[in-house]
């Protein structure tokens, strides 16, 4: 049965796939670049998790890796199982019209739990950057799934733009179930914010840099219950995570326009998803890297901050817009 799921996953990156998949990226030029909402756990593995605000419908893959020991064969906890989570990931959000001003979103998850293709990256980034290579004994096989669904207010604070955001959401399945809090603001500019406290204000200097450069921070609050995957004796009860990121792009196309390349670096901070045998949270740090391309995403996400190479490590994912691909495919 593992020879099989390896033989499948091995399909996904056999040259003509990886041509297919560069030629559409280099198609969809003209687009703009697409986001989406992680599916779950990714957020407590380092994903970026800052809410979407506007129609989008995408789909694609998302891998979490979850290790048992780190290099120096130190157990992470409780949990006597290295996981690989494979999801065939798909996420829909739009605006809401009975309630102005808010978005909902829907993500959902599923596919193989199986050391492929998780163990392979991991250990070439490892071999690539001279690391040991995290070592590995039991394995979770079968499938897993997760769901969820997000409601989010948007506002002009700051800005004349929806820089603002509060809302909540849950996620459940075979891993653990979630219910969680969220507020922040996403891609802020510093001119914007620097008119709002000086009114009258002109910047020149930051009217420059915050065309290109634009920010987001958030503070996410989540109580936790267990699932088949991570029972409740040895996850916590509740969850403190905050990001912050710093997004590359040319924002001067447009008042609500999205850039058509956007590169994110994203900083995460959780108190801990985990926890040991007394109940302590263990604390995560996390970076997350996205390239947000006409047309799609590509992020990658590890516990390089924490150095740690144990429990939630690393995972990345690659999505594709939908809402771009249908008129190519239906003659439009």
Same mark, same amino acid.
Request: hydrophobic residues 40%.
């Given at each position: 049965?593992?020879?099989?799921?390896?033989?499948?996953?091995v399909?996904?990156?056999?040259?003509?796939v990886l041509?297919?998949?560069?030629?559409?990226?280099?198609l969809?030029?003209?687009?703009?670049?697409?986001?989406?909402?992680?599916?779950?756990?990714?957020?407590?593995?380092?994903?970026?998790?800052?809410?979407?605000?506007d129609?989008?419908?995408?789909?694609?893959f998302?891998?979490?890796?979850?290790?048992?020991?780190?290099?120096s064969r130190?157990?992470?906890?409780?949990?006597?199982?290295?996981?690989?989570?494979?999801?065939?990931?798909?996420?829909?959000?739009?605006?809401?019209?009975?309630?102005?001003?808010?978005?909902?979103?829907?993500?959902?998850?599923a596919?193989p739990?199986?050391?492929?293709?998780?163990h392979?990256?991991?250990?070439?980034?490892?071999?690539?950057?001279?690391?040991?290579v995290v070592?590995?004994d039991?394995?979770?096989?079968?499938?897993?799934?997760?769901? %969820? *669904? =997000?409601?989010?207010?948007w506002s002009?604070?700051?800005?004349?733009?929806?820089? $603002?955001? !509060?809302g909540?959401?849950? +996620?459940?399945?075979?891993?653990?179930?979630?219910?969680?809090?969220?507020i922040?603001?996403?891609?802020?500019?510093l001119?914007?914010?620097?008119?709002?406290?000086?009114?009258?204000?002109?910047?020149?200097?930051?009217?420059s840099?915050?065309?290109?450069v634009r920010?987001?921070?958030?503070?996410?609050?989540?109580r936790l219950? %267990? *699932? =088949?995957?991570y029972?409740?004796?040895?996850?916590?009860n509740q969850?403190?995570? $905050?990001q !912050?990121?710093?997004?590359? +792009?040319?924002?001067?196309?447009?008042?609500?326009a999205?850039p058509?390349?956007?590169?994110?670096?994203?900083l995460?901070?959780?108190?801990g998803?985990?926890?040991?045998?007394?109940?302590?949270?263990?604390?995560r740090?996390?970076?997350?890297?996205?390239?947000?391309?006409?047309?799609?995403?590509?992020?990658?996400?590890?516990d390089?901050?924490g150095?740690?190479?144990?429990?939630?490590?690393?995972?990345?994912?690659f999505?594709?817009?939908?809402?771009?691909?249908?008129?190519?495919?239906?003659?439009?």
């Amino acid at each position: 049965m593992n020879v099989s799921r390896g033989r499948t996953m091995v399909l996904y990156f056999r040259p003509p796939v990886l041509r297919s998949i560069v030629v559409l990226v280099l198609l969809f030029c003209p687009f703009t670049a697409a986001q989406a909402e992680n599916v779950a756990p990714g957020a407590h593995w380092g994903a970026i998790d800052f809410p979407d605000r506007d129609r989008t419908v995408i789909a694609g893959f998302t891998v979490n890796r979850f290790t048992e020991f780190d290099r120096s064969r130190h157990r992470f906890n409780a949990i006597d199982q290295t996981a690989g989570f494979n999801f065939a990931t798909f996420s829909w959000t739009d605006r809401i019209k009975a309630l102005p001003g808010w978005s909902g979103n829907l993500t959902f998850g599923a596919g193989p739990t199986s050391e492929s293709p998780s163990h392979n990256i991991q250990s070439f980034f490892h071999h690539a950057t001279d690391q040991a290579v995290v070592p590995v004994d039991q394995t979770r096989g079968g499938g897993d799934f997760m769901v %969820g *669904g =997000s409601l989010t207010r948007w506002s002009k604070l700051f800005s004349s733009r929806d820089t $603002g955001f !509060a809302g909540m959401g849950v +996620a459940g399945g075979s891993l653990y179930q979630e219910v969680y809090g969220r507020i922040g603001v996403r891609h802020l500019s510093l001119a914007e914010l620097a008119a709002w406290m000086l009114p009258g204000s002109e910047p020149e200097l930051l009217n420059s840099v915050s065309r290109y450069v634009r920010f987001s921070a958030m503070g996410r609050y989540s109580r936790l219950f %267990g *699932g =088949s995957a991570y029972p409740s004796d040895v996850i916590t009860n509740q969850s403190y995570l $905050g990001q !912050a990121s710093v997004s590359f +792009a040319d924002f001067g196309v447009g008042k609500d326009a999205v850039p058509r390349w956007q590169l994110e670096v994203v900083l995460t901070y959780d108190s801990g998803l985990f926890a040991r045998t007394n109940t302590h949270m263990i604390l995560r740090r996390f970076g997350s890297v996205a390239l947000h391309f006409p047309y799609g995403t590509f992020e990658v996400w590890d516990d390089w901050v924490g150095s740690t190479d144990s429990g939630p490590t690393f995972g990345y994912r690659f999505m594709l817009n939908l809402l771009q691909l249908y008129p190519l495919f239906a003659g439009e």
